[in-house]
């Protein structure tokens, strides 16, 4: 059973996905301590750099993205120790380092589309295994 504040929140991350211009995929994240929110973030280009994502290739692309994670952790305010985030997609192994070396305590993810696990499969087990090692809770939401 996914808790009212659960559900509130990655209804707030899927709200902040729409605000990415990315044409082909939309992530968001919230990031809360204690049912406050702390931060919130979407994939995208840094500020100042000209978002071209219809126009840059794929590669440059994503060299130029920051993921919804990275932007949520660098526009928080505060510690990130013992908060939890809430995320629109299954974080990729660097976006995992980063939310284990800030602190965050939790991880909650909707379960991912077959199609999406088998396409992300290999970065998934790795992004998973450091969370279970570093003992970061993962939370699959079933709605």
Known sequence: MVSKWSKRFFQMAKLVSSWSKDPSTQVGSVIARRNRIVSVGFNGYPHGIADSANVDNRDVKYLKTLHAEENAILFAKSDL??????ITHFPCPNCAA????TGISAVHCPKQT???????QDKIKISEDMFSEAQVKLDWILF
């Open 81 to 86: 120790e013992k908060c939890e985030i809430w």
């Open 114 to 120: 077959a199609n999406f696990l088998l396409r992300w």
């Open 98 to 101: 980063k939310i284990i070396q």
